[in-house]
């Protein structure tokens, strides 16, 4: 991820906005950055699992659903990884049911309604498991690096999630401008940005890192507060308040 003063043809970006993109996104920025191991992905949520059960249960009956749920989540390590994994891993697993395959790629965009209206029904924060899960669910797989970028209220709550910015497998840019602009817009005073790794490794590069400052001091201009910069991969995230970036 790089950061850049604002887009083409507006006004042009700063010397140390344009070096913020010289480095790729496995570029580190010092050994430091692989001392904290990538957490796990989240495990499956109440609500997600119960309605999985719920979708399974008229094809296999509801003894039987309640039995292969915890075993395909066993399986791929959690409900988002399982939800996510492409149509071969999910046929491999189930070789000699492949109804059962058809039925977990035809659910995936509602149990991601699911997690997000989860997301949507109470404070974001201090609790994040809602978050990883959507955020898990919905960007682990994306062939392509994206941004997203939550708005806040006072009280935490989600005012908005908007893509900022899509980019290559390897980089993407943003603008701080225009993120903290929106935030005015909507009267938020908290943000928590996100973007993947399509590599699978969610590790920081020190673009990333560099993006992170940028907006969080562009926010702090006007008493908007960065709470989070998660980075998604397939092994699993990296907080960078977590890991002390910010």
């Not at 191991?37 to 309605?51: F, I, N, T, V």
């Not at 959690?78 to 994994?85: K, V």
């Not at 993120?179 to 399509?198: D, K, Q, S, Y």
Request: glycine share 6%; aromatic share 4%; net charge neutral.
């Amino acid at each position: 991820m790089r950061h850049r003063a604002a887009r083409d043809g507006q006004n042009r970006p700063s010397a140390a906005d344009a070096g913020a993109g010289i480095l790729g996104p496995r570029e580190h920025a010092d050994v430091e950055l692989t001392a904290a191991a990538p957490c796990c992905p989240p495990r499956a949520s109440a609500k997600g699992e119960q309605l999985l059960v719920r979708l399974i249960a008229p094809l296999r009956g509801e003894t039987a659903a309640r039995r292969i749920v915890p075993r395909l989540i066993a399986s791929f390590g959690s409900l988002p990884r399982l939800l996510g994994a492409d149509r071969a891993a999910i046929a491999a697993y189930l070789a000699d049911d492949q109804s059962l395959v058809e039925l977990l790629l035809a659910v995936r965009p509602l149990i991601d309604e699911l997690l997000r209206a989860e997301l949507l029904s109470r404070p974001v924060l201090p609790d994040t498991r809602a978050v990883l899960d959507y955020l898990f669910v919905s960007m682990a797989h994306e062939p392509a690096e994206q941004v997203r970028v939550l708005y806040l209220d006072a009280k935490n709550r989600l005012l908005a999630e908007e893509l900022a910015g899509r980019g290559t497998i390897t980089r993407v840019d943003i603008f701080p401008r225009e993120i903290v602009r929106r935030a005015l817009a909507l009267g938020a005073t908290g943000l928590i940005m996100t973007h993947n790794h399509p590599s699978g490794d969610p590790e920081p590069s020190r673009s990333d890192l560099e993006a992170t400052r940028a907006v969080a001091e562009a926010a702090r201009l006007f008493e908007i507060r960065l709470h989070d910069h998660i980075i998604i991969g397939r092994s699993g995230f990296r907080s960078l308040r977590g890991d002390g970036y910010l």
